[in-house]
């Protein structure tokens, strides 16, 4: 009650008082990098390992960013947001967390390097992604 009697003291309502104090909802970051791949199937290479590749369907490129999580719910904060490289780390609640770098080299090519933990335990790959056509 002291705090509005000052600011009524001050000359403020305190309606006007409340309009400056309510913070706008957050709005999700656009991460051009993303919005500039190519829609469709990718094909994720893991270098090193000969045979062992990754199909997913790209409808939505934040996939990329928690490949080792799939589409479980998970928070993401943005480290580094450039044209040609984007690094984020994700929280994915009792799933795991990891942080992911993608480099852009076209629409259709990129480079993906991923670490964190998932389920318990710690993972770490890279990869080479290229779209290979339609889903």
Same mark, same amino acid.
């Given at each position: 009650? #002291?705090?509005l009697n000052l600011i009524k003291t001050a000359g403020l309502s305190?309606?006007?008082f409340f309009a400056f104090t309510v913070a706008a909802p957050a709005q999700a970051p656009d991460l051009a990098l993303l919005d500039g791949l190519q829609k469709g199937s990718w094909t994720l290479k893991e270098r090193g390992a000969s045979d062992s590749s990754k199909r997913i369907c790209? !409808? =939505?490129?934040?996939?990329?960013?928690?490949?080792? @999580?799939?589409?479980?719910?998970? +928070?993401?904060?943005?480290?580094? =947001? #450039?044209?040609?490289?984007?690094?984020?780390?994700? #929280?994915?609640?009792?799933?795991? @967390? !990891?942080? +992911?770098?993608?480099r852009r080299e076209s629409s259709g090519l990129i480079q993906l390097n991923s670490q964190g933990i998932s389920s318990g335990s710690p993972f770490s790959f890279s990869a080479e992604g290229r779209r290979t056509g339609a889903c």
């Open positions: 009650m #002291k705090f305190s309606v006007a790209l !409808g =939505d490129a934040k996939l990329l960013l928690q490949v080792q @999580h799939g589409s479980a719910k998970c +928070t993401r904060y943005v480290i580094e =947001d #450039k044209p040609n490289v984007l690094r984020v780390s994700y #929280k994915c609640g009792n799933l795991g @967390h !990891g942080v +992911t770098e993608i």
